[in-house]
Structures are given as C-alpha cells and as structure tokens.
C-alpha cells in the first residue's frame, strides 16, 4: 500500500514537473561494456526526472545482437530502446526498423555530435540512433618500456616501426610481449583489426562489381605482415584473444604495444582497472602503404524499434542518455576519464575532461580521421571501415576471421587460409544474389 | 592388518586425489571470486591474500540476482511437473500395454533431442510472438517440459517396466482400474525412479542457456541470462565472473547435494537388473 | 470381466499415451513443417524485401560447403572423444567411490558438483582461469616446472573443448555407474575371490559385465545431448582456429543464423534431423534393444 502511494506521489510530481504522462516503463536492451554499465547506474536520475520507469536487459554483445534482430525482425516487440552499433544501423534505418531521431528536442545540440559519428549513423539524411560513445583505434604503448630500452614512438607510427618495436620489446620470459593484436576469430573481433591493416596495405573486401578481393596481393600481403609479427611477438594463445583479452593483458602489464580501440584509453588510465595507468602513452593507427582505413571507425548507438509502443518515452530517454548533460554527470560522479567518448565537442572542449584524459586530442584525431565513405584508397561499393555495411557481412566476418585464424595458429598457409576464405565469401555472395 | 591399513590409505589418497581434480575448477572459481581485479589475472595465482567481498556487491549493483534466482526456481521446477504430469501416464501405458508401435514412439520422442536448437529457432520464435509467450515464465515452463518430456517418458517408462507385474494382476483381481492401479499400486513403487528423473530435469532446465535467452527479455530471464551479462564484459572481469558464476551455480550445486541420495537410487533406467 | 494382464492386450493404453504423444507432436511438427517450409524459401530476416522460392538451392548451398564434411567428421570426434572419456573414467571412479575410504562420501559429494554447473559457466571458467596460456593455472604450473605455458585453444582446440565437455559429463558417467555397481551381489564376488581370481579378473568377468546395460544407457544419453554441443565451443574457440573445432551445429549458426539466413539455417535443421535419425537408428540397433529386452 505505502508503495502504491509513493509512486503515485512520484508519478504525479514527475507529471506536474515534465508535462509528460508517467506510469510508464520502458525496456532498455544494452550491451555489458562499462560505459553502458555506468549508464544503467545512473539511470535513477533519469526517473526521478521523469517519473519513468526503466527495465534492463544487459547481455552480452553477440547475445544481445542476435535477440535485438530476431525480435525487431519479427517485430516481437519486446525493447523500447536498442543498443546498436555503426554496422547495424544503417542496414535497419533502410529496412524502417527504426524510428528517426531528428526530433529530440532544441536542447538536444546536434551540431555539438561530431560529424562523421552522426554520418556512421544517418541513412537518407536522417538520424536513426544516436551515438552513445564513439571509438577509432589507435596504438597503446608502454612509456615506461620505451624509454628503458632508448626507443621512441613517433606520433605517426608506420607498420615497420612497430615490428621494430615488438622484436627489441618481446621478453616471452618475463611475461612481457612486444605486442598484443586480436586474433579471436569474429567480424567483430580479429575481422576489425585485419580489416583496418589490408586498408592501410592498399587492399579492399570487393572490388565495384561485389566481387570477393581476398586473394588480391595487397590482403596476402597484410596478412602475412599480421601473422609473422603476432606469431613472432605476440602472447601465446593469441587466437583466443579479442578485445577484452587484450585489455586484460594489457592492463596487467603484459603488453609493449596494442594497437585497438579508443575507447578502452578510459578504462587504462584507471588506476583501479589497470596497473599500467601511469605508464601508457597514445601514438596513431600504425600505416603501411596509404593512410585511408589504417583506424577503424565505430559507434554504440541508441535506437528506436518502430514496433515500440512507447517511442516518445524511449526518445525522452535516448536525448537523456547521449546529452551534455549525462555526460557531465558521468564526469562529475564517476570520474572525468570515464566519461563517454567520441561523441560531442563539448567534451573535448571541456578543459576538466582534457586534464583528466592526456589520451583526448589523439583520440579525437582518430575519430575525425575515421571516414567510413572513403575507406580505402580503392573505391569500393560498400561503406564502412572495418565491416562492410551488408547484411551478409556478420556471416562473411565469421568465416575469414576463422581463416585468419588458422593461419595464425599455424593450421594452414596464408595462401591457403586466404584461398579458403575467398571461395567461402564468393559461395555466400553468391548464394545472396550479389554476384552470378 | 598392516596391509589393510595401507590399502585403505593409498585408497583414501587416491579417492581425494580424483576429487580434488574434479573439483578443483569449481575450487578456483570460488577462490578467484574473493580476490581482487588485479589479484585475479595476476601471472603467478596467489593463494594468500585478504579476500573481499566487492566483486559480489558489484555483481548485485548491477543486475538483481533475487529475482534472476526466482526466474530459474519456477521456471525449473515447473517444467518439471508439467513434464511429470505429461510423462507419467504416457510412460505407464507403454510399460504395461505395450503395442507394435511402442518402441518406435519411444524412440522418435528420444530424436526430437537430437535436433539442433539454432534451426528451430526462427520458427519457434515466431509461434511464441503470436501466443504471446515471449519473455513469459509461462512460455518457458511449456517449452523446458517439452524439451525434457523425451527424456522423462524414456526414464519413468524403465522405472516401470521394472516394477513386478504379479502385483498389478494382484490389484486387477481385487478390482482395480487401471487408473486405480496407476495411483495406488504404481505410483509409490515408482516413487524413486520418479524423483530422480524429476531432480534430473530440474538440474538440465537449470542450466539450459539458448532458449532461455532468445525467449525472454526483461521479465522471466532465469540466471542463465543474469550469466549472459557478465560473460564478457570489458577490461578486467574475471574475479566479478567468478562471483556471478558462483551465484549462478550455488543453489543448484546445494540442491544437487542435498539430493543426491534421491537422483542416485532412481538413476538406474532399469540398467541394473 | 477382467482380462488377463499379460501382454496387456485388451486395455487400451490411448488414453494415457495420448496426451503426451500429440504434445509433443504437435511441439515437434508445428515447427518441423515451419523450418520445411522456410528451408525452400529465401528469407533473411535482415532482407526480408528478398523472398520467394528457390527450390533446393538452400539445400545445396550447405551440402556443397566444403566445411560439412570437417564439421560432421569433428562431430564425431567430439561426441566419440567424450564418450570415450567419460566411460571409462566414469567406470574407473565408480570402482574407486564404490569402496569405502576416509570420506567417502564426502569426497564423491566433490567429484559430483561439475553436472550441476552451467555450459557456459564452465566453459567460462576452463577458458579464462584454468587453461589461459598466460594468467591462467595452467600456465603457471607450466612455468613452475620450466616448461612452456601450453596454448590450449589454439593448438589443441578439439581436444580442449572435449575435455571441457568430458569434466561436465563424467560425474554424470560416475553418477549411472556407481549406482550399478552398488546392486552388484557381493557374494557373486567373494565367490570368485574364494576361487582365486585376482581383482583384475573379477573387474573383467563380473564387474564390467554387471555394468555393460549401465555403459550402454550412459552412451545413449550423452550421445543425445553431445550432438548438439554448442556453448562450450561458441564461448571458448568460436569453431576455430579454422574449422578446427567447429561441430555441425556450430556450422549451421555460423553459415546461417549469424547473418540470419533463416532460409539456409532451416535447410540446416532439416539435415541434421536427417543424421540425428541415422544416428539413431545405430543406437536403437546397438542398444536400445536390450532396454525393452
């Protein structure tokens, strides 16, 4: 009984505060990352607000993917807002799975979200989720290794000085290798970085007419150049590493360099997550031949599913979730370093964020550097950096990454990796329609 | 005599000693759960240290393990009675009226376990939207008693054939009814066997993890989906894995012990005649 | 008035089978003529303005897939390597906690608990804290002993993933075959101890026997389950590296439902119905008939 009274009393002073009817409850789908952690932490305040009343379900990232597109696909209806990313969005904003974001009010600031993270985002002109964080990749290195051994990173690395780097820094004997790349298989996971490496070495997924580039010079060339430097300097083991391994690895202080995502430069500098927080320094995506697609470009976005009942609330939400204002309130509670990146100006500009975060202006470098319309030096019919903008891709990923990994762990040749890789991608886009 | 002692403590040693093997996973995982991030991913594992109780307060700051818990209790020990109550009549008939076709309905009910979930899982989703059993206890009652049904009706049916016939033909001369016979003269004999295939199918619903997943959302997850949201987060996890993984597997691992006399005595399937 | 009761004839068992028989049936064939029907259609959920049908293409897709014939043959490896271990692990525990030592029952309260862990978690727990070739055990008793830290999932990522699946199982193995081994006449042994056969040999001509109809029970019933393992490969190695650890149940999530290729993964689930009743139909030939015998 009391409890009926005190959410009636919330409800009514929510609606007497916003105008806007409560009683409401909205489902969140959201992947477990830190950063969305942190928002389901603070999302009391966003009732208190509003008098809204919040459902999470929180998976993990393939989980959540696999339940968000079979219930919007089938229009299960079950979330009112999704957590998607840059590879998805554009596919379902052209499906109309989702509901346009170009309404969430004056305040909200758009021309405050960085433009080529609003573009990742934008189908036809319109918005269809709204960045949350936003990452590029670049490279992590030890400081403290560097300068204990009289080496020097230039702030523009290329792919032969990092080999440098990793065989004079590979000490296997005291736990320390010179470097730590994805090597788990997954278009997500080793797909992202090898991706970014045939970029820079000049290569493509698909030529113009869809067809399958994985036997081209350039991808034997960048994935010879991946194998033989993380087969030589790399942990053991590195076929079962993704990200988290890697910043396991690295934060435990097992790693001279990683190069991966930006958005992990938070999470390093945290005393209480790393023991190498005062001993990391930031250079850029390391190039080989031409500098398009050496970083990736990549955006946790919130979205609306059109079979939402409750889309007004859940846009209510969205403009809370990605504002000014919760990013401000993410620094002021947990911490200026660990507040959401990649996404505003305002951030980078805000002189607390840059005391806190030494990592900010390399990262926004990468971020405005990170154009997913012109991904490599070749032209190509697809967008996107390190994926390929089709609905075919997860698939496609999944089975050159698995590849990929083979010859990383010493299975198979390069040659033969690739050549079972190229006909794998040719059997599936042939089997989707993309090419006879 | 000497002898004897020795045989008995190189048995006692041996016997730990596969134990202790067994277990020792399970041992690391509860250990690793009260050691700090960094303690926990540290190259050489130390096995002195203050142990914290913080990755347990942080793993229920984030999500409500009561009622993950709650989830997994009902949906467990419901889709055990309904695929009880299913089983059991359909497992008597075949026992003791078996036709020409028994065995082949044995068996076809025992290959529909045999079919991989990721083919069915479009349609089944599909049929469930239009009932309206998505992310309901209710639709994941009907779908474990469904799954275990092949297995249960398989188990009970050896339980009963085991069961002496002199005894139900003792019942039909003094009257009874078949229905008679299933109550009074069956169903305690079978007790065992029934408890056994029942705690069998409590534990396997328990730890089934590819429905319970793509079928719920914010309401009926069971603890399989609480597990789903720490299995990978990002950065340094394995100590607050290690306490979800503990709260995930404890009831059912207490259960299991305390049950254990029960799931033995009728884990037989009729093997030991 | 009454009938006689042998061979049951003369009642009808309907009533009682029925319900349960057409539950499952119709569970069984609202889907089965669903994903039939799907498996002759193009339709990918992200795509869904691409339909119509297109024959057996869906069909041909995955049976000319170069990778089946590795998936099938690791199925096999993965299901025979379990069972392998797991029957005569499970055997050799059953002699050793049927006896009585210091604890036993305790002791066997430890070797029991890995069944009641989670797939996932245990999958989880294997990859990360025990056979992680950096910080996990494994790695540190290998360097302990000057040796080097092994690279499970990379070099021997089969095998890993069966003993993972081999340590959830073989307390279940114990489970079924203690309990056989306990209604074992111990008079029928003493006898044969007084005749002068040593223990081997009373393991070999009484023991094993007693248990062959418990063995053969275990191997049915993990054999259904370990068809379609999927979890413990999906957390640790992801079917790689390469093909190396993918099984058929993997494939057809990673050919099909990872891009959600409705169409195809039916076409999947429709063939490995077709292998899971070949299968069993070899175990209702190998064993099933003796447990209506």
């Known amino acids: 009984m009391r409890t009926t009274i005190a959410a009636t009393l919330l409800a009514g002073i929510a609606t007497f505060g916003t105008g806007i009817a409560a009683a409401e409850t909205l489902t969140i789908a959201t992947v477990n990352n830190a950063d969305m952690v942190v928002m389901q932490k603070l999302s009391p305040k966003f009732k208190e607000k509003t008098g809204i009343d919040l459902n999470w379900v929180i998976l993990e990232e393939n989980v959540l993917r696999q339940r968000v597109t079979t219930d919007i696909a089938t229009k299960g209806g079950q979330f009112d807002v999704v957590t998607i990313g840059a590879y998805e969005t554009p596919i379902w904003g052209k499906q109309n799975w989702l509901a346009a974001l170009d309404d969430l009010g004056d305040s909200y600031d758009y021309k405050d979200v960085f433009e080529p993270v609003r573009n990742m985002l934008t189908v036809n002109g319109k918005l269809y989720a709204a960045p949350f964080y936003a990452e590029s990749s670049f490279t992590y290195y030890r400081k403290d290794l560097f300068d204990k051994a009289g080496l020097t990173m230039p702030e523009q690395p290329t792919y032969t000085d990092i080999k440098k780097f990793a065989a004079a820094l590979h000490k296997p004997a005291d736990n320390q290798y010179g470097i730590c790349l994805r090597g788990k298989p997954g278009w997500g996971e080793n797909m992202a970085y090898v991706g970014t490496l045939v970029n820079t070495f000049g290569g493509r997924w698909f030529d113009m007419e869809w067809k399958p580039q994985l036997t081209s010079p350039e991808w034997k060339e960048a994935v010879t150049f991946y194998v033989d430097m993380l087969k030589n300097y790399g942990p053991p083991g590195a076929t079962s590493n993704g990200h988290n391994e890697n910043r396991a690895l690295f934060s435990s202080g097992n790693c001279a360099m990683w190069v991966d995502a930006t958005a992990a430069a938070g999470h390093i500098y945290n005393p209480a997550e790393s023991k190498v927080a005062d001993k990391t320094a930031f250079a850029k995506a390391p190039i080989a031949k031409v500098e398009n697609g050496a970083g990736w470009g990549w955006a946790w976005a919130l979205g609306v599913p059109n079979s939402s009942k409750k889309a007004a609330a859940a846009k209510q939400f969205i403009a809370w979730a990605t504002s000014k204002d919760y990013i401000t309130l993410v620094g002021e509670t947990q911490g200026w370093v660990s507040a959401p990146p990649g996404t505003r100006k305002s951030t980078y500009e805000n002189p607390e964020y840059k005391k806190a975060a030494p990592f900010a202006d390399t990262v926004l470098k990468a971020i405005l550097a990170a154009d997913p319309t012109r991904p490599t030096a070749q032209p190509v019919p697809y967008a996107g950096i390190q994926f390929v903008a089709i609905p075919e891709f997860q698939g496609i990923g999944a089975q050159v990454g698995q590849s990929i990994a083979a010859a990383l762990s010493g299975q198979t040749t390069v040659d033969q990796a690739l050549q079972t890789a190229q006909s794998a991608v040719e059997r599936t886009m042939k089997q989707a329609g993309y090419i006879k | 005599m000497r002898l004897k002692l020795d045989r008995h403590a190189a048995l006692s040693v041996t016997g730990w000693l596969a134990a202790g093997l067994l277990f020792f996973p399970i041992a690391w995982m509860l250990l690793t759960s009260v050691k700090t991030e960094i303690e926990a991913v540290a190259t050489t594992p130390s096995l002195i240290f203050t142990p914290t109780l913080e990755n347990y307060v942080a793993v229920q700051e984030r999500a409500d393990y009561l009622k993950f818990a709650l989830n997994s209790v009902v949906v467990s020990f419901g889709s055990t009675l309904l695929a009880l109550a299913l089983a059991v009549p359909a497992a008597y008939g075949m026992a003791f009226f078996p036709t020409k076709r028994t065995r082949g309905t044995l068996l076809w009910m025992l290959s529909t376990k045999m079919m991989p979930p990721v083919g069915a899982l479009v349609p089944v989703t599909l049929v469930f939207r239009d009932l309206g059993l998505i992310d309901t206890l209710a639709g994941l009652v009907v779908v474990y008693a469904l799954i275990n049904l092949p297995i249960v009706v398989w188990m009970l049916y050896t339980f009963f054939r085991e069961i002496p016939r002199e005894i139900l033909e003792a019942g039909r001369m003094d009257g009874a009814t078949p229905l008679d016979e299933l109550r009074f003269l069956l169903l305690p004999l079978a007790l065992p066997g029934m408890a056994s295939t029942g705690l069998l199918a409590v534990i396997l619903t328990w730890n089934e993890a590819f429905w319970s997943l793509n079928l719920t959302a914010a309401h009926a997850g069971p603890l399989t989906a609480f597990i789903a949201s720490f299995s990978a987060p990002e950065g340094l996890f394995w100590a607050k894995l290690s306490a979800a993984s503990t709260m995930a597997v404890a009831p059912i691992l207490v259960f299991g012990w305390l049950s254990q006399r029960q799931l033995v005595r009728g884990l037989t399937f009729g093997a030991v005649k | ?293």
């Open chain 3, 1 to 293: 008035m009454n009938q006689p009761i042998k061979g049951g004839r003369g009642v009808n068992a309907l009533p009682f089978v029925a319900p349960s028989v057409v539950i499952l049936f119709v569970w069984m064939i609202v889907p089965l003529v669903m994903t039939l029907w799907f498996s002759f259609q193009r339709y990918n959920l992200l795509s869904p303005e691409l339909s119509g049908f297109v024959g057996l293409s869906n069909y041909s897709f995955l049976l000319t897939d170069p990778s089946l014939w590795i998936a099938m043959a690791n199925t096999l490896l993965l299901v025979g390597g379990v069972l392998a271990i797991t029957v005569v692990g499970g055997t050799l525990l059953a002699v050793l906690f049927d006896q009585d030592f210091f604890g036993s029952k305790v002791a066997r309260l430890l070797a029991i608990a890995p069944f009641f862990v989670m797939p996932t978690v245990s999958a989880l727990i294997w990859k990360n804290l025990l056979m992680h070739p950096v910080n996990g055990v494994s790695a540190a008793i290998a360097r302990a002993l000057g040796l080097q830290p092994v690279d499970w999932f990379g070099q021997w990522p089969l095998f890993s993933v069966t003993i993972i699946v081999a340590w959830q199982w073989l307390p279940f193995a114990l489970l079924i075959l203690l309990t056989a081994l306990q209604s074992l006449d111990h008079e029928q042994k003493e006898a044969a101890r007084m005749d002068g056969a040593g223990p081997l040999a009373i393991f070999w001509y009484i023991v094993l026997p007693h248990m062959g109809r418990a063995i053969k029970v275990v191997v049915m019933i993990e054999t259904i389950f370990f068809l379609s393992i999927f979890a413990e490969i999906y957390t640790t190695t992801g079917g790689g590296p390469g093909l190396a650890s993918t099984n058929l149940t993997y494939l057809i999530y990673l050919r099909a439902l990872l891009e959600f290729d409705v169409g195809t993964a039916s076409a999947g689930g429709v063939i490995a119905i077709v292998l899971a009743n070949i299968v069993a139909a070899f175990l209702v030939r190998s064993i099933a008939r003796n447990l209506d015998a």
